[in-house]
């Protein structure tokens, strides 16, 4: 069973930093590449940024220089190390896990950017 588990979404002021984690279990997590997207409310699911194994790192305009992807292939785990954080990034922030035409998704975590 293919299990795929955000931690770290919260409350943050403007300019603030969080940093999300993602564990996998129940695939070869090498192979895949990983990766986070998030939506906000009324909007479309956006890629945010994403790293295969040995590979390089891939983000949107909207968070280059402020967020950072990183994996660790030993722990089966990707992290999200954001910083500079702006209400716009207020969304459910999920991790994805994909290898060829299949893709698995987390359940999501919610980061919200307000004073």
């Known amino acids: 069973q293919v299990q795929l588990v955000e931690s770290g979404g919260g409350l943050v002021q403007p300019g603030g930093s969080l940093r999300l984690s993602c564990a996998a279990s129940?695939?070869?997590?090498?192979?895949?590449?990983m990766g986070w997207y998030r939506q906000a409310p009324g909007k479309e699911r956006e890629l945010i940024a994403s790293l295969p194994s040995g590979g390089s790192t891939t983000y949107a305009d909207s968070v280059k220089g402020r967020f950072t992807i990183s994996r660790d292939n030993a722990k089966n785990t990707v992290l999200l190390e954001m910083n500079s954080l702006k209400v716009e990034d207020t969304a459910v922030y999920y991790c994805y896990a994909k290898l060829g035409f299949v893709i698995y998704w987390g359940q999501g975590t919610q980061v919200t950017v307000s004073s």
């Open positions: 129940g695939i070869t997590f090498r192979r895949y590449v």
